[in-house]
Structures are given as C-alpha cells and as structure tokens.
C-alpha cells in the first residue's frame, strides 16, 4: 500500500512504479477539474472507475480484496475513512468472485483518512474497507478507482 499526496505520486509514482506511467494526465486533472468533467474525460488505456455514494458507518461494509488488479483510490469530493489490513488477517465471508474480482473479509485494520489531495494504491494482497464515515454523519463522496493489471507490476 502507498498513500500519499497527489501531487507526490504525479512526482514520483511512475518512476518508482513503471505500471503507472499512463497515470499522469489523469492525476493532473483531478488537480484542476471537477468530478463531472473528469467523467466526461478519456484516459484510455486506463480502467478508471467513477463512483458516488455516501459513507457508512464501518460495521455496515466489508473489508474486500482483490487477485486480478491493483486499485489506486483517489477522493476527488468528501472525506472517507479507508481501513486497511493485510489479507491473511482477516476471515473470509465470501468467496473470491473471478468475474468481479473481488472476496469479502471481516475484521479489522488500521484507518487512513481519504480526502480530497491524497491517494492511495492498494496492492492485491492489501485487505481494504471502502466509504467509511468519519462522523457520525454520512460524507457525500466522489472518488475515481483506477484498477491497474496485476500482471503490469
């Protein structure tokens, strides 16, 4: 897992990262667009995801993992709560989805706050808890997920 600045992965990431060298024109718009224009952008050949949702507390979502793709998360809109944990630490409640690539966990991990500025990469076997709130309060959130092939890495 890597978090950081927005601005140090535009600096650093696809120098350090060879598999994320296409990232750069999608990391410098987020700097200066809104989520409705980045929408409407084209990346290719980048798999980016848009979503909206509003947060949860974090005993109503599951911790998820991923074999295919590495997720890169950035919140353009709000503030989440993303909890991490290494796989092997949680239990599996369902099984892997190849379709979908994803498995869900429970369990626990640490917190790092998603904010609008920070990004973080989460690998395969980094065990992620999505949208959770910081308040008690939901946050609106609008975030892009970029899936990067495993097999780039």
Same mark, same amino acid.
């Given at each position: 897992?890597?978090? +950081? ?11 350090v990262? *060879?598999a ?6 999608l990391?410098g718009?987020i ?7 980045l929408?409407?952008? +084209?990346?290719?050949p980048?798999d980016v ?14 911790f ?14 709000g503030?989440?709560y993303?909890?991490?944990? *290494?796989v092997?630490t ?19 991990g640490?917190k ?7 990004? $973080?990469?989460?690998? *395969?076997? +980094?065990?992620?808890? *999505?949208?959770?709130?910081v ?6 959130v609008?975030k892009? $997920?970029?899936?990067?092939p495993?097999?780039?890495?």
């Amino acid at each position: 897992m890597l978090y +950081d600045s927005i601005d140090n992965f535009i600096a650093n990431i696809p120098a350090v990262i *060879p598999a994320t060298q296409d990232l750069s024109a999608l990391l410098g718009a987020i700097k200066v667009c809104r989520f409705e224009e980045l929408k409407e952008m +084209d990346f290719s050949p980048l798999d980016v995801r848009f979503n909206e949702y509003d947060t949860k507390p974090d005993t109503e979502v599951q911790f998820e993992s991923h074999i295919k793709f590495w997720d890169l998360q950035i919140v353009v809109e709000g503030t989440e709560y993303l909890s991490i944990a *290494p796989v092997e630490t949680l239990s599996l409640t369902n099984i892997y989805d190849e379709k979908e690539d994803i498995a869900f966990y429970s369990g626990a991990g640490q917190k790092i706050l998603l904010e609008p500025g920070t990004a $973080v990469l989460l690998a *395969p076997w +980094d065990g992620h808890q *999505p949208g959770t709130s910081v308040t008690e309060a939901p946050s609106h959130v609008k975030k892009i $997920v970029v899936k990067i092939p495993a097999d780039k890495f």
